[in-house]
Nanobody
Framework: QVQLVESGGGLVQAGGSLRLSCVASGSIFRPNAMGWYRQAPGKQRELVATITSGGSTNYGDSVKGRFTISRDNAENTVLLQMHSLKPEDTAVYYC??????????WGQGTQVTVSS
C-alpha cells in the first residue's frame, strides 16, 4: 500500500514563504504523476500543482507565478515551494500520487495558514 507523508505546513504572514514536502513509500513502482491539492473550509478540493515523472508541470491559475513544484524521482519526493503567500492560500494541502497498478493515493494533509 502506498503511503504519502507530508511535512512543512504552518503559520506564515502574508507575503511570506513556505515549502511543503511529500515522500511516497510502499510501492516498487515510481509514481507517474505527483502533486498537491488544497481544500479550504467550505470549499471543494482544488488543484495546486502537479508534476509528471518526466518533469512536466501544471499549476492552478491562482498560484501561477508564486508556487513552484519539483520532484526527486530517486527519492519519490515532491516539493512545493510557495512564495508571496496570501490569506486566500489558507487551506489543508494534500499530496497526491498516481501509482502504476495502485491508482491514486492521498496523504493526510498539512495545514497552511496565512495571516493578514
Amino acid at each position: 500500500q502506498v503511503q504519502l507523508v507530508e511535512s512543512g505546513g504552518g503559520l506564515v504572514q502574508a507575503g511570506g514563504s513556505l515549502r511543503l514536502s511529500c515522500v511516497a513509500s510502499g510501492s516498487i513502482f515510481r509514481p507517474n504523476a505527483m502533486g498537491w491539492y488544497r481544500q479550504a473550509p467550505g470549499k471543494q478540493r482544488e488543484l495546486v500543482a502537479t508534476i509528471t515523472s518526466g518533469g512536466s508541470t501544471n499549476y492552478g491559475d491562482s498560484v501561477k507565478g508564486r508556487f513552484t513544484i519539483s520532484r526527486d524521482n530517486a527519492e519519490n519526493t515532491v516539493l512545493l515551494q510557495m512564495h508571496s503567500l496570501k490569506p486566500e492560500d489558507t487551506a489543508v494541502y494534500y499530496c497526491n500520487a498516481q501509482v502504476p497498478f495502485t491508482g491514486s493515493a492521498w496523504g493526510q494533509g498539512t495545514q497552511v495558514t496565512v495571516s493578514s
